[in-house]
């Protein structure tokens, strides 16, 4: 069992910055692909990034590629979303996942309890 834990959610500017987090509660470093899902109201979450276990290989949804960054410590358990430029439509819930057919936008089974991100002037 994997438990992931979110931080770095809040409230931003359009343009701005924020940094998302995920710790995971035991080494993820062999194990798999983790990446990150967002529901916004009345939508369905939909896929935002994922990364592979040894970073070498991201994939990104054409919404936020340019402008979101992906990237993981396994010594630290941990998997990052760095997101700038921020746009008000990036505004929902950003859930970490974890699981063997991220890479190809499957959701694992392993989720966190979501961060709120809005951004909003």
């Known amino acids: 069992q994997v438990q992931l834990v979110e931080s770095g959610g809040g409230l931003v500017q359009p343009g701005g910055s924020l940094r998302l987090s995920c710790a995971a509660s035991?080494?993820?470093?062999?194990?798999?692909?983790m990446g990150w899902f967002r529901q916004a109201p009345g939508k369905q979450r939909e896929f935002v990034a994922a990364i592979s276990r040894r970073s070498d290989n991201v994939n990104y949804a054409d919404s936020v590629k340019g402008r979101f960054t992906i990237s993981r410590d396994n010594a630290k358990n941990t998997v990052y979303l760095q997101m700038d430029s921020l746009k008000p439509e990036d505004t929902a819930v950003y859930y970490c996942n974890a699981g063997n057919w991220l890479m190809t936008r499957v959701a694992g089974p392993y989720w966190g309890q979501g961060t709120q991100v809005t951004v909003s002037s």
């Open positions: 035991r080494s993820t470093a062999s194990i798999y692909p």
